[in-house]
Every structure is written in C-alpha cells, then in structure tokens.
C-alpha cells in the first residue's frame, strides 16, 4: 500500500512525456529537452501548497490585495549528478529559487550512498527545501540527502522525482515519513543491480550521453 505521503502525479501530459523518455531510442537530447518540460510540469504540483501573503499592487485600473509567495525563497536541492537534469525546468517556474547541491553515488558493491559533496544557500531554516532526483530506486541516495538537509533545520522539506520503486518509497517514508514524495510514476520493482524496472534506464548517463 502507497503511504498517503505520496502524491503521484498522473496529468495526462506528465505521463506521455514520461513515456517518450522511456523509450530506449530517445536521444540524449531529445531525453534532456523532455526532462526539462517534465519537470516544469512537476513543479506545478511539488509547489501548489506553498504559503501566500497579500500585497498591494497597481493595476492599470485600480488597488488591489493580490497574493505573493511568503516568506524566504524556495530551495532546490540537485542531487546529484542526475538532479542537475530537472534544474532548467524547475527554475523556468520559480526563477527566484536558490539551488544547492548534494552530491552522492553509489556503492556497486552495498548500494548504499556515499556523500562526496556538499553545498547550500544559508539560512535553510528559514527556507522551504525540495530535494530532487530523477529516480528513486533503492532509497538509500534520497535517505542520506534528507538526513543532511533535515540536520540545517529547513522551514520544510519535499522530495520530487520521475519514478520511484516500491523499495524506494518504503526505505524513504521508514527513514522520513514526514517529507512527501512527488513522483510520475511508482513501477514495479527493482533488479539485483538496483535499477527500477521496467524504468527508463540509468538517468545520468542518458542525460549526459554517457551511457
């Protein structure tokens, strides 16, 4: 059973997008290009609870309250290196975010994640953090990201991705059943590499051409 924490996002748009990139003969152009409009589509709901205040403003007619985005700007946290994907996308929407970066990879041998960098905007705590990776396979990536963002304090904390596999999802929501995870699609199941399957492969190497 799907935690309630996690919202799926399946607007017709999203998921024929998402099922171009799946296709094995896409380009690592036409792959990026796709990406970035998927992830346009995706801020759309990873932001639709965000807080508003009133303020006034001249229109070419008269005063009115209109409402702005409250408090400090919103952050996107890259993990990286295939979260770098879903940036222009991200930032088309909200171009006043800041962006940090974490960086991971994977142990072949234990999956499990080891940290290489790390880099913020200051003030988290004051700020409204949305982590971001394309995938979200064994978990364990998305797990340490979150326990380094959560030990800055951030105002809140989200996570936003393409797919997710059910390990993944249990891993994350064991480790942080307080953050929501965003996703366009929950596939089936994983394989003895760690790769979401049927998923669209490794996200990094097809958005860089390194595959």
Do not use: W
Not at 127 to 139: F, N
Not at 170 to 197: C, F, K, M, S, W
Request: hydrophobic fraction near 40%.
């Amino acid at each position: 059973m799907t935690p309630p924490q996690v919202h799926h996002v399946t607007h017709p748009l999203v998921q024929h997008k998402l099922t171009l990139m799946r296709n094995k003969n896409a380009s690592s152009t036409t792959f990026r290009t796709l990406l970035g409009e998927l992830a346009m589509l995706m801020a759309y709901e990873v932001t639709r609870d965000m807080p508003t205040h009133l303020v006034e403003v001249q229109t070419p007619l008269e005063t009115m309250q209109s409402p702005m985005i409250d408090g400090k700007k919103l952050v996107f946290a890259s993990i990286l290196r295939a979260g770098n994907g879903m940036l222009d996308g991200l930032l088309r929407v909200v171009p006043s975010a800041r962006v940090g970066h974490i960086g991971l990879y994977r142990d072949p041998a234990t999956l499990k994640a080891v940290e290489y960098y790390y880099k913020m905007p200051a003030d988290l705590q004051e700020r409204d953090v949305i982590a971001v990776d394309p995938m979200l396979a064994t978990g364990h990536s998305a797990v340490a990201a979150l326990n380094k963002l959560k030990a800055a304090r951030p105002r809140s904390l989200k996570f936003l991705c393409l797919l997710a596999a059910p390990t993944g999802i249990q891993t994350l929501h064991a480790a942080h059943p307080d953050v929501p995870i965003y996703t366009a699609a929950i596939d089936r199941e994983l394989n003895d590499h760690g790769y979401i399957l049927p998923g669209l492969g490794d996200a990094g190497d097809r958005i860089f051409g390194t595959k």
